[in-house]
């Protein structure tokens, strides 16, 4: 799994936020190398003088002048301990630095090692060459903790208000390209309301514009063709009625011929309703929230007409469902009528919840031939009859129309041949539940 974002909301954050931690780091380095050491530097070769005037008086490790020394400890501070008594007084806790033992070894002329410990004032202890075993306490009075705490601060403020900053701006230069993702998303499923604002820097403004032009453009071929099959439609129906009305009034002799007419114009008259609900749209608008057992169960009892044995076998607290009632009925109604054309034994259908993925599943089995591998995905396609196994009747929209309906309504639907015989159709439709 990579950890660099896909989205450019995510790469926008993370480059700023990168080079703003370079910067941070570069600004660190810079200050402690041309700011804190040199000032340390400094201070360690101030307080090696310091430690030599300690020693002025000392011969062999022991002190000659008490009463210069006295008065030179009283005035500046600086104290000279026994082992003993500097880890009386915070030796302990101090904490050694090789690079200033090194520093003041080269001032001392000798062996010497420094240890600092923090606090309020700062204490420098110093074990010189001079006198080994003994330590010089050396108080800081103008060097102080918070200082440093100060930097670290300030340092994390900048940098955090920084990245802040480029959030609130890749946000900001995003929110257009998210809003016509979504609006994209909404004219994929066949819903052409949605007009994006204009607005955002110029490239994204260019891109809006024409996003509005194009879906106005779709919704306005939409309405075109819808008007063309509707027309055409109902110019087909005038003289299907007319020959509905001339056969019925052929002679008794010749019913043989009627029937078979009759059959003809009631198949026209069905293959015609198949377009008219092909090109129809179900808009989110159309949609609410509904008990998806109660609306498959609605169905199933409608179409024990034919009757055959429907087995209807319901999940339990399954949350509800936004749909369109009217249209996921004729969803259901086609993949029923669809098991009972191409099988002769009961069809069972039944709905699954999943929690996890919070989606519904209605599936509905048959024991007919099935429909061969290669031709599973090809079916759903318009006027598309790849189930020849199973019979060649209709317009070969069923299957079109029910992936339209399913697909407005954000779901799946899949065919697949079982292990025992028969065809599984399956629908999946996502729940309001979060």
């Known amino acids: 799994m990579s950890l660099f974002p896909r989205s450019a909301f995510g790469q926008t954050v993370f480059f700023v936020g990168g080079l703003l931690l370079l910067n941070q780091i570069v600004s660190y380095i810079t200050v402690t190398l041309y700011v804190f050491k040199p000032t340390f530097e400094q201070v360690n070769l101030m307080l090696a003088k310091q430690v030599k005037t300690v020693f002025i008086d000392w011969e062999d490790g022991v002190e000659t002048n008490d009463e210069l020394s006295n008065k030179f400890f009283e005035i500046t501070g600086i104290e000279v301990m026994t082992q003993r008594q500097a880890y009386i007084n915070g030796l302990d806790r101090a904490k050694e630095y090789s690079l200033l033992s090194k ?23 110093v074990e010189a060459p001079q006198a080994p075993g003994y330590w010089v306490r050396v108080p800081l009075t103008g060097l102080s903790e918070t200082k ?14 920084s990245v802040l900053g480029g959030w609130w701006f890749a946000r900001h230069l995003n929110r257009p390209l998210k809003a016509l993702q979504t609006a994209a998303g909404r004219v994929g499923v066949g819903d052409f309301s949605t007009r994006l604002v204009e607005d955002g820097s110029t490239e994204v403004r260019e891109v809006t514009r024409a996003f509005n032009q194009m879906s106005k453009g779709i919704a306005q071929l939409e309405n075109d063709r819808r008007l063309l099959m509707a027309g055409v439609s109902h110019d087909l129906r005038t003289p299907l009625t007319r020959i509905r009305l001339a056969t019925e009034m052929m002679a008794d002799e010749e019913d043989y011929l009627k029937e078979g007419i009759i059959d003809d114009i009631e198949d026209m008259n069905a293959i015609i309703d198949q377009f008219i609900e092909y090109l129809r749209h179900h808009h989110s608008g159309q949609m609410a929230a509904e008990d998806i057992n109660a609306v498959v169960d609605d169905v199933v009892q409608a179409e024990k007409k034919h009757k055959r044995t429907i087995r209807f076998a319901q999940a339990e607290n399954i949350p ?31 709905t699954h919840y999943n929690a996890r993925q919070r989606e519904v599943t209605i599936k509905v089995k048959d024991r007919g031939p099935g429909i061969p591998e290669s031709e599973l995905e090809n079916v759903f396609e318009p006027f598309k009859q790849g189930d020849q196994a199973r019979g060649s009747e209709g317009s070969g929209l069923g299957l079109a129309i029910i992936k339209r309906i399913v697909t407005t309504h954000g779901g799946k639907v899949r065919l697949r041949n079982r292990a025992e015989g028969g065809l599984s159709a399956e629908v ?3 729940t309001t539940k979060n």
């Open 103 to 125: 520093s003041m070894s080269e001032q001392l002329n000798g062996s010497a090692r420094v240890r600092i410990s923090q606090g309020d004032p700062i204490v420098y202890w």
């Open 320 to 350: 509800p469902v936004v749909m369109n009632t009217v249209a996921l009925k004729r969803v259901v109604t086609n993949m029923i009528e669809n098991a009972i054309r191409y099988s002769e034994s009961a069809v069972d259908v039944s």
């Open 428 to 430: 999946a439709l996502p």
């Open 148 to 161: 440093l705490e100060f930097l670290v601060f300030y340092l994390s403020s900048i940098g955090f208000l």
